[in-house]
């Protein structure tokens, strides 16, 4: 997948600055997508050049100018063109995982503390999601939020990230108690 059916598909709700998307990105998509803030500002730029989506310019008396993207009637074709194509099974790269992999013969410490490092990332990950969650229902429950909502792809990719997050959180635990009783080992 390509960065701009990410875009395309956060500019579903409508117009947004490149500061929002980024903003976006962080909050929601961040879950299955990741940007930088130049990658996603280059990728807008090329969008614009190519017809899939428009700019315009909101003056600001004390800031810079302002920046607003929407979908061109391009840029909604080529996301329902990217949606019915099949997608690719996911590839995961982790370099925390060749680490964990390498725990008996590596540094053990160095590795338990890079997990717990990783815990605490999920863990705050979650937090996040959790409040946009929290957002979005916006006190209806979630039966009644997808049955009512306009757009229920957010939700049900915030989920996943939930989902993901969680499980990192527990894997992590296990693999904390794991290495903490093989280091306690090492040492008697």
Known sequence: MALRNAV????????????????GFDASVANFWMATPQQLYRELDRMAEEGLIRTRV?????RPNKRLHSLTEAGWEALRAFTA?????????DELLVK???VDVGDGPAVRAAVAERKQWAEAKLARYERLRT????????QAY??????VGPYLTLMRGVSFEQENIRWAELAL??????????KS
């Open 135 to 142: 957002r979005l229902l916006d006190g209806r429950s979630e």
């Open 177 to 186: 108690a794991v290495i903490d009783r093989r280091l306690s080992a090492a």
């Open 8 to 23: 395309l598909a956060a500019l579903i709700e409508g117009e947004a600055s490149g500061y929002d998307l980024a903003k």
């Open 100 to 102: 964990v992999q390498a």
């Open 85 to 93: 194509e099949e997608p690719k099974p996911t590839a995961i790269r």
């Open 146 to 151: 997808l049955l009512e909502a306009e757009h």
């Open 58 to 62: 909101v003056q600001q008396e004390r």
